[in-house]
DNA sequence: ACCCAGGCGGGCG
DNA sequence: CGCCCGCATGGG
C-alpha cells in the first residue's frame, strides 16, 4: 500500500459527483473510497482524511501509480486559485462550501468520450448500468494472483471491441438509439489512433474535431474535453446546468446554449469547468 | 399511467 | 441562427 498526504480533496464528492470514476468504478461501501480499472491494472483508493492510500495489481508500477493518481483526482490542481475565481457569488460560494474538496478527474480520452455519448438523453443511475454491462460483454478479462491474494477483473473495452459489434448486440445492454452513435464513435476512435493530436490544438478547434463525430455534439464534446482532457475552460450544459444557470444569473429567463457558453467564459474563464461541476453537483442534490 | 433523464441529428422558418 | 421533433429505455 503506498499513500500520499492530500489537502482540498475530498474523495467521496468527487467519485459520487457523476465523472466517468462514477460510471465505471465501485465505489466503497463507506463511500471514502473507490476501486477501478487502469488499463490492465485494478486499483483501489481509499481516504482517511488527508491521507490518500492506494495500490495497485497488475503492471502499474509504484512511480507510476503515484502519477496516475495525482493525475487521475485533479491533485495538482490549485483549489485556492480556483475558489477564488468561482467562488465569487452568493450561490456559488455554497456550492463550493457544500463540496469542498471536490475536483475534476482526468480520465482516459476514449473511456470518457464513450461514457458521455451514452449519457445523452439518459439518467445518471441508467448511464452506470449500460457502462458496467459493456465492460462486463466486452472487457478483457485480467486475472492476478500473488501469495493469498487472488482477483480477477475486466478492463474498458476497446475502441475495437466495441466497433466491432452490431447495434443490435449493443442494444441488447439496454444503450437504446445510442448504439449507433457508440459505434460511429468507436470506430472513428480506433481508426485514428486515440485522438491523440486534439492535446495540441486549442479549445476551440479540438471541440471542433470531436464534435465532427456522429452522436457528438456541444455537451458531450466539453464532457470529453473537461473530463478526458483536462480542458479546465470546457463548460458542458446538460439540463441541470441550463435550468440553474438561467434561474441565479439571468431571472428565470430563458437563454440560448451559445449564450450561457458565453456567460460562462467570461465569468469563470479558464475554471468554467470547475463551476460547472459544483453546479452541477450542488443542483442535482437540493 | 406518466414524466423525465449530464442530447443529438435533421428539418423547418 | 433558433425552434421543434423523434428517439430507446427504465427508474421514480
Known amino acids: 500500500m503506498q499513500s500520499m498526504r492530500v489537502g482540498d480533496f475530498d474523495i ?6 457523476a465523472q466517468p470514476l462514477t460510471f465505471i468504478g465501485d465505489e466503497r461501501p463507506d463511500r471514502k473510497g473507490i476501486t477501478y480499472t487502469c488499463g490492465d491494472s485494478f486499483v483501489e483508493v481509499d481516504q482517511r482524511g488527508k491521507r490518500l492510500a492506494y495500490r495497485a495489481y497488475g503492471s502499474l508500477g509504484r512511480a507510476r501509480l503515484s502519477r496516475e493518481i495525482i493525475a487521475r483526482f485533479g491533485l495538482g490542481d490549485d483549489m485556492g486559485d480556483v475558489y477564488r475565481r468561482i467562488g465569487t457569488d452568493a450561490f456559488m460560494k455554497k456550492a463550493v462550501s457544500r463540496y469542498r474538496g471536490m475536483r475534476i478527474t482526468r480520465n482516459e480520452p476514449w473511456e470518457t468520450a464513450l461514457c458521455f455519448v451514452i449519457s445523452q438523453f439518459n439518467s445518471v443511475k441508467r448511464i452506470r448500468g449500460i457502462v458496467k454491462r459493456l465492460i462486463a460483454a466486452y472487457g478483457r478479462e485480467h486475472t492476478f494472483s500473488a501469495g493469498s491474494v487472488r482477483l480477477s477483473f475486466r478492463s474498458f473495452p476497446s475502441p475495437e471491441s466495441i466497433a466491432e459489434r452490431s447495434t443490435g448486440d449493443l442494444m441488447a445492454h439496454g444503450a437504446g438509439f445510442r448504439a449507433r452513435y457508440m459505434r460511429a464513435v468507436a470506430r472513428e476512435w480506433s ?14 478547434e479540438a471541440k471542433e474535431e470531436l464534435m465532427s463525430l456522429e452522436g457528438v455534439g456541444d455537451k458531450v464534446a466539453d464532457c470529453i474535453l473537461l473530463f478526458g482532457y483536462g480542458r479546465l475552460e470546457a463548460f458542458p450544459i446538460d439540463t441541470w446546468i441550463k435550468r440553474v444557470v438561467e434561474r441565479v444569473y439571468f431571472r428565470g429567463r430563458k437563454q440560448s446554449i451559445r449564450k450561457i457558453h458565453e456567460f460562462a467564459d467570461e465569468r469563470w474563464g479558464a475554471y468554467a469547468g470547475y463551476a460547472q461541476q459544483y453546479m452541477f453537483h450542488f443542483a442535482r442534490n437540493e
Do not use: P
Not at 196 to 202: E, F, G
Open 12 to 17: 467521496t464528492h468527487t467519485i459520487e459527483s
Open 191 to 204: 481508426e485514428q489512433r486515440g485522438f491523440s493530436k486534439l492535446r495540441d490544438k486549442d479549445y476551440a
